[in-house]
């Protein structure tokens, strides 16, 4: 990778501009040809660099209520097994493991969403029921502080 890959991650690290052609004003903002941006977006994707690259929703403008961050408690010779099936559930966005603290056990994550709160408790009772996990917390979003995308910087600490 070098630092035109790094200058077209910067870019793509705002946001994919909304216009018709977004790779081509990314291409302008970088000084190449937009089939340039697109081969080197293409490798670096096959290459693992970026791993992902889509839409990010604003749930909360997009009026999605039920938003809950769940904890729950697995057997550790289970967690790839139940992160996996996490993983695949739609109304999950996000799910990761974390060590389990003395006095809090719960060692997955899962950020569930749905239309209402209600509808966000129905979904984690089905799928502690359908994953056989029954120890699990639920901590609703009350106020959403910040949301943003990572932001990293080249391997030579410039962003």
Same mark, same amino acid.
């Given at each position: $990778? ?41 490798? %670096? ?13 604003? +749930? ?12 729950? +408690? ?19 966005? +996000?799910?990761?493991?974390?060590? #389990?603290? #003395?006095?809090?056990?719960?060692? %997955?994550?899962? $950020?569930? +969403?749905? #239309?209402?709160?209600?509808?966000? $408790? ?7 029921? /359908? ?16 949301? /943003? /995308?990572?932001?990293?910087? /080249? #391997?030579?600490?410039?962003?």
């Amino acid at each position: $990778m070098d630092a035109t890959d790094w200058s077209i991650i910067q870019e793509l690290q705002k946001g994919i501009p909304l216009c018709p052609r977004p790779y081509r004003e990314i291409a302008g903002r970088c000084a190449l040809e937009e089939d340039e941006v697109l081969r080197r977006v293409r490798v %670096l994707c096959e290459e693992g660099v970026i791993r992902r690259l889509g839409a990010r929703l604003g +749930h909360i403008r997009a009026g999605i209520t039920g938003n809950i961050l769940v904890a729950w +408690h697995v057997p550790e010779q289970d967690v790839n097994r139940v992160g996996e099936a996490l993983a695949t559930v739609a109304d999950i966005s +996000h799910c990761y493991q974390r060590r #389990p603290l #003395p006095d809090f056990p719960y060692n %997955l994550y899962t $950020m569930v +969403h749905a #239309p209402t709160p209600e509808q966000a $408790m129905k979904c984690v009772e089905k799928i502690s029921q /359908s994953l056989a996990v029954t120890d699990y917390v639920t901590l609703p979003t009350l106020k959403e502080l910040k949301k /943003s /995308s990572p932001c990293y910087a /080249s #391997p030579g600490g410039n962003q």
